[in-house]
Nanobody, 122 residues
């Protein structure tokens, strides 16, 4: 089993910044990708940013130039630096990881954190 623990959410004024962290632990052989999704009130969960194990990053258009994803592979941790926050960024942010659990399988599985609330006031 794999656990993802997020931290760093909170309340911030528009134009402010927050930094989210997500640490993975458990039965992990390799992490092929880690990243963030978000789900705002009444909305579907949507991709925010993802980074692969070969450092390829993908951002949603609505965060390009404002958010930056980074990781520390030794700590199995992914970060999301969020700058120039807008009220429409208000959402629960979920960390995910695509994990190969061991050498006994080539399969990888998606795991999710419990989510952290980000609220941006106008």
């Amino acid at each position: 089993q794999v656990q993802l623990v997020e931290s760093g959410g909170g309340l911030v004024q528009a134009g402010g910044s927050l930094r989210l962290s997500c640490a993975a632990s458990g039965s992990i052989f390799t992490i092929t990708a880690m990243g963030w999704y978000r789900q705002g009130p009444g909305n579907q969960r949507e991709l925010v940013a993802v980074e692969t194990s070969v450092n390829i990053t993908t951002y949603a258009d609505f965060v390009k130039g404002r958010f930056t994803i980074s990781s520390d592979s030794a700590k199995r941790t992914v970060y999301l630096q969020m700058n120039s926050l807008k009220p429409e960024d208000t959402a629960v942010y979920f960390c995910f990881a695509n994990v190969r659990p061991g050498t006994y399988t080539w399969r990888s599985y998606d795991y999710w954190g419990q989510g952290t609330q980000v609220t941006v006031s106008s």
